[in-house]
């Protein structure tokens, strides 16, 4: 590990993985012997999403060391939580039939698939949302069709600001107003101030199938997952710990993994940062086995490790409120391996229109130029000038 933790964390981060080697699991049997606080234990595995994972490694390995009524509180959660994941993948497999029905090719990645394919068991991995990729050109046939089935976008204005939201943002976020359900509709994976665009058709042509429910589900090649889960945990800087086993399982699961592919592609990307800080993450936390030749360079890339104090550091306060926007703006400046990067991103933050500057006022197409002045306002009139400076410009980046 990076800093010295809780022995409560240790038996977390051993419990934070599919599988257990006997090694490990005497290891936990020992800890447990001497005590340790479980409402805290419990706290912590929540704000992770690893109620369920703790679960079935505490009650398959000691189940005689918990307390009953805690042992009781964790069967309960993990049977909700297997529950709740029937349920998503049920939703996932129809909306997959229907994108099919009518001619649109859809790739699911994360929630159902990497918890099946990955963890190998449904129960054990914590999801809320479905994430599913398809093509540019297909958005709008997808949010038509998403809406006939009542869900609600995130994309609320006239066609035009859709046009224009789409070709500025790489994803759409979706709410049935029944079920709650949510779906984040990918034709992207990361904003262009910091890396390259993803080859979203070499990833295409490299798509695998996998089980899930009985039937043949598409899913991402195992090296393309691993980049997007890097990418993934990036733009969520890292606050949560599922972000990491994820990572670790898919590694520990996938021995065959091309790492000359992947480096290179990151590479290729500008995302050799995003790579590295994830396998960093995971080999200190985790103790996933990496290749010499790969954790010699995630070794060598200092910011890294200067950076990884500061997310277990966040990873563990006991505290459930996530980053704000200012701390996940600081933490993209200072992890960006190029200045120009943290600049088009200040600006993007600024200047660009979102959602939200699109529901103020509708405008004509030939008007839209007007919302690049109603952004600084209205970032401005929803924050102090003094902390909105401070944040994107206060820190030095390398």
Sequence with gaps: MVFDAPIELDVLLSCARPQITPERAATIREVLQNGIDWDYLFRVAGRHGLVSLLYYQLNTICPESVPGALLNRLKTRFHANLAHNLFLTAELLKLLSLFENHGIPAVPFRGPVLASSVYGNLSLREFSDLDILI??????????????????????????????????????HFKH???????????????????SPVNTDRLWSSIQVVQLGGKEIPTLSQEDLLLILCIHGYKHSWEDLRLICDLSALIQMHQEIDWKWVTEEAHRLGTDRMLFFGLYLAKTLLNTTLPDAVWQKVKSDTKVRSLAWEVTGNLFQDRDKSLGIFERSLFYIKSTSDWRNAVRYCFKFVILPTPGDYEILELPSSLFFLYYLIRPFRLLGKYSVGRLIHSLFGQNFQ
């Excluded at 998403?146 to 790489?170: C, F, H, K, M, T």
């Excluded at 949510?182 to 910091?194: A, Q, S």
Aim: with cysteine.
């Design 135 to 172: 093509h540019r050109e297909d958005f709008m046939k997808v949010q038509n069709l998403l809406l006939l089935e009542g869900y609600v976008s995130d994309l609320r204005p006239s066609a035009a600001q859709d046009e224009a939201l789409i070709r500025s943002l790489y994803d759409c």
């Design 177 to 195: 107003t029944k079920t709650g359900v949510n779906i984040d509709i990918h034709w992207g994976f990361l904003p262009k101030e910091f890396a």
